[in-house]
């Protein structure tokens, strides 16, 4: 019986190891490529996003890959998505806000905080030479970097850890990007941004908050409030958030 079983069980998981990877990606068939599109005209375009880099990077990475399988049909709708571990991918409008509000250019060193699905480092994995991105949550670390790598972004550098203590052995950065929710800005963070770089980051409450622009002048930080926004919150390796 159990044998028969095995047998049966075998070639099975043969075919959804194998056949289905989805990793196995190649942008001529990829049947999202015209609702993406339509997403960025839509979504992105349309809201006034003007970067032509911002918008061909939204239009080149294939996002359905970066949601849970059973979301993939919704990840091209205009909302968040859940990705596991009571995180969630962001809504596309708003990562290509954050992105187009960072001014990058091929050589700015960015750093993220919050990896999550990889998504966000993926657009910025098209946009400039060096990604640094920080995921506390290790299976969301895991899956990201092995996806990244798969989708074969060599200049992405994912690291487990706390985000909110930035990356001091590859600071400073010309960009920060924090796509989790702290109430203050991280002293750490502030420190490693270089003079005359940018940061974006949502503070306030842990439910809602407002996307804020920073930029470092003469050691000060200017600061934008760019929208309200709603972000998971940053926390602690215990939990308890910052
Ligand atoms: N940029 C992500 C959005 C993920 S949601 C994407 O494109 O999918 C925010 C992420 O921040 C979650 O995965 C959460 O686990 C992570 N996070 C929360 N606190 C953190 C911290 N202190 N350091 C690093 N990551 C943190």
Redesign the pocket.
């Known amino acids: 019986m159990i044998r028969g079983l095995t047998k049966s069980i075998i070639p099975v998981l043969f075919l959804v190891l194998f056949s289905s990877s989805r990793t196995n990606y190649s942008i001529q068939d990829d049947k999202y490529q015209k609702v993406r599109q339509r997403m960025v005209r839509e979504q992105i375009v349309a809201r006034g996003i003007k970067d032509q880099k911002v918008i061909q990077a939204m239009i080149k990475v294939p996002r359905h890959l970066?949601v849970p399988e059973a979301y993939e049909r919704m990840a091209y709708e205009d909302r968040p998505l859940p990705?596991g571990?009571g995180?969630?991918?962001?809504q596309p409008y708003i990562?290509a806000l954050m992105t187009e509000l960072l001014e990058l250019t091929p050589n700015t060193k960015v750093l993220?905080?919050?990896?999550?699905?990889?998504?966000?480092?993926a657009i910025l994995g098209e946009l400039v030479n060096e990604v640094y991105t920080?995921?506390?949550?290790e299976i969301?670390g895991q899956t990201s970097s092995q996806l990244l790598s798969d989708l074969g972004y060599k200049n992405i550098h994912v690291k487990i850890?706390?985000?909110?203590k930035g990356w001091p052995e590859k600071a400073p950065f010309d960009a920060i990007i924090v796509?989790?929710a702290p109430s203050d800005i991280p002293k750490p963070l502030e420190n490693q941004l270089k003079e005359g770089g940018k940061m974006i980051i949502p503070l306030g409450g842990s439910i809602v908050q407002e996307l804020i622009l920073l930029e470092k002048k003469n050691g000060d930080l200017i600061k934008k409030v760019v929208a309200p926004v709603r972000?998971?919150?940053?926390?602690?390796h215990d939990g308890i958030r910052?």
């Open positions: 970066f990705i571990e995180q969630t991918i962001s990562v993220e905080i919050g990896t999550g699905s990889g998504y966000q480092a920080i995921e506390i949550v969301l850890g706390d985000g909110y796509t989790c972000f998971v919150p940053m926390v602690r910052y």
